[in-house]
């Protein structure tokens, strides 16, 4: 992120040099598994893709970074869970854990406490030895369920529904045949795909700092674009989304992070393998590449460069966009 640092020029420094956009900034909507595509703005936000306001996070300087790297790291405060009723919300107490939003990494990894404490008050969930992943009933998310995972950042909270957090095997395994979109790592913690089909995320790589808000989507596929410009403001302050905001139950404190050793409940089940066993999402919305990993289906998305002249169309999905540094 910092200018001086790349010996060749990022695709970013290019657009802002050839006065294509303003500043180094660009949007993420990854989008949630029921639709075809996402997209990512160079230079602009779209308000009609997520509800409420955007909240600025301060990225955690490198030198209070977990291993000293310069990346998006943010300050996860809290983690939650609003059960498939939609009216009975839990959460934890409030912590401070720098986490990486990463587009390139599937699932999402959580340190060992928040893995077990989420796993073990999450409906029909069961902890399976062999893979290290929690297998789950995948009709708690086909159910027309109101259930989210709820993540807090300070006063900010973006909760995904259980239909993105639940992957689906490809291996039968019946009714249990799904698997939480999470894994334990205490070293580097990631909010994966499973984390960021919820999200909508504005990078501010001049002023270090992501602005989030819930993934939403509305406008009926008009765009409202606010083409973003340079300098400390170069993000507006408290821009605010064209889509409904869902209001849920407030949570209370009941999720218990201090708990140790094993998991409470054991799965007993056909095995589950760690690597190309599941997809995204618990629906039929899926198909099987030829490398046997499980995908959405539909149309890839696209990329746009948010210019005062209009738009640059790129036609592809650019992954792993936020591990530049």
């Known amino acids: 992120m910092n ?17 294509v956009i303003q500043s180094r900034t660009f949007s993420l909507d990854l989008r949630s598994i029921t639709f075809p595509s996402g997209a ?56 401070e854990i720098p986490v990486f939003p990463d587009s390139g990494s599937t699932i999402s990894h959580l340190p060992t406490p928040l893995f077990l404490a989420l796993g073990n008050a999450f409906p029909t969930a069961e902890f399976d030895r062999s893979s290290g992943l929690w297998v789950v009933d995948c009709r708690v998310a086909t159910q027309q369920s109101s259930g989210s995972v709820d993540f807090y950042f300070g006063g900010k909270q973006i909760s995904v529904p259980f239909a993105d957090f639940i992957w689906k095997r490809r291996s039968d395994g019946g009714p ?4 939480l979109g999470i894994t334990a790592n205490d070293e580097e913690p990631i909010l994966g795909a499973s984390f960021l089909r919820a999200a909508y995320v504005v990078h501010d790589m001049d002023n ?19 083409v973003l410009g340079k300098g400390t403001a170069a993000v507006p302050s408290g821009v605010v989304g064209n889509c409904k905001v869902q209001t849920g139950p407030t949570a209370t404190v009941g999720i218990d992070t201090k708990e140790t050793g094993e998991p409470t409940k054991i799965y007993t089940g056909p095995g589950v393998e760690n690597t190309g066993d599941f997809g995204p999402g618990p629906a039929g919305g899926r198909t099987e590449t030829s490398a046997g990993v499980l995908k959405p289906t539909g149309k890839s998305g696209g990329v746009k460069a948010c210019a005062g002249r209009g738009w640059v169309w790129g036609g592809v999905i650019l992954t792993g966009l936020l591990a530049v540094v």
């Open 208 to 226: 270090r700092a992501l602005h989030i808000a819930q993934a939403a989507s509305c406008g009926d596929g008009k765009e409202d674009v606010l």
């Open 40 to 95: 990512i703005i160079f230079g602009g936000i779209d308000r009609t893709k997520f509800s409420g306001s955007l909240a600025r996070i301060p990225l955690i300087p490198p030198t209070q970074s977990p291993g000293g790297t310069d990346r998006y790291w943010i300050t996860l405060t809290g983690l939650g869970l609003t059960l498939p009723d939609g009216a009975t919300s839990s959460r934890t107490p409030s912590f």
């Open 3 to 19: 200018p001086a640092a790349p010996k060749y020029p990022l695709v970013i420094d290019t657009l802002v040099s050839q006065g």
């Open 176 to 179: 249990g045949s799904c698997v």
